[in-house]
């Protein structure tokens, strides 16, 4: 959207739609725990607006879309890339 008022748009959003954009800057975090033995925790948080907002459900998503064989690997010829070029999650 930033883009587009550079270029002479005006860009409306209707309240009544149900997601918010932001604007500004964002930051990505990433954090890893480890409790002393071989389990560890792996956190991904958003924050843009003074707004957090944890990553995981998000990836669990992405990860649940991969067309992964019985062993949870992925087909030898998939492309990473050409899958998310479109997705578009809300």
Sequence with gaps: MPQLRA???????????????HE???QIRAGLESDGTDWFSLGLT??????????????????????????????PDFDVE???DGLVLY
Excluded at 48 to 71: K, N, S, V, W, Y
């Design 7 to 21: 270029e002479g748009w005006r860009v409306g959003i209707d309240p009544s739609w149900p997601y918010r954009l």
């Design 24 to 26: 500004g800057p964002v």
């Design 46 to 75: 958003l924050e843009a607006g003074g707004q957090h907002i944890d990553l995981a459900p998000l990836l669990r998503t992405i990860i649940d879309m991969l067309p992964l064989d019985e062993h949870g690997a992925p087909d």
């Design 82 to 84: 050409e899958f998310l």
